[in-house]
Nanobody
Framework: QVQLVESGGGLVQPGGSLRLSCVASGSIFSINAMGWYRQAAGKERELVAR?????WTNYADSVKGRFTISSAKNTAYLQMNSLKPEDTAVYYC?????????WGQGTQVTVSS
């Protein structure tokens, strides 16, 4: 059993910053990659950023230069700077563990003045 727990969401003004954290626990043998996805109201879930155990990262075009993903052991972070109202969404942590995908419960990020 694997659990992912996110934290760090909240309400922030446009131009502000937030840092999301995700901790994986349970029967973890090897994490191939960890990533962050988001789902805005009425839209499909989309990839925000992903980092593999080998150090490769990729980002959605809409967040390049503003968001940074990092990971250490069983933890992943998403540093979000210069936030925009269109970044408002529920953010989900994802872990690829020996080919199986696991998801966190999500954390709400709201960017509004």
């Amino acid at each position: 059993q694997v659990q992912l727990v996110e934290s760090g969401g909240g309400l922030v003004q446009p131009g502000g910053s937030l840092r999301l954290s995700c901790v994986a626990s349970g029967s973890i043998f090897s994490i191939n990659a960890m990533g962050w996805y988001r789902q805005a109201a009425g839209k499909e879930r989309e990839l925000v950023a992903r980092a593999t155990s080998s150090g490769w990262t990729n980002y959605a075009d809409s967040v390049k230069g503003r968001f940074t993903i990092s990971s250490a052991k069983n933890t992943a972070y998403l540093q979000m700077n210069s936030l925009k109202p269109e970044d408002t969404a529920v953010y989900y942590c994802n872990a690829d563990i020996i080919g199986f995908n696991y998801w966190g419960q999500g954390t709400q990020v709201t960017v509004s003045s």
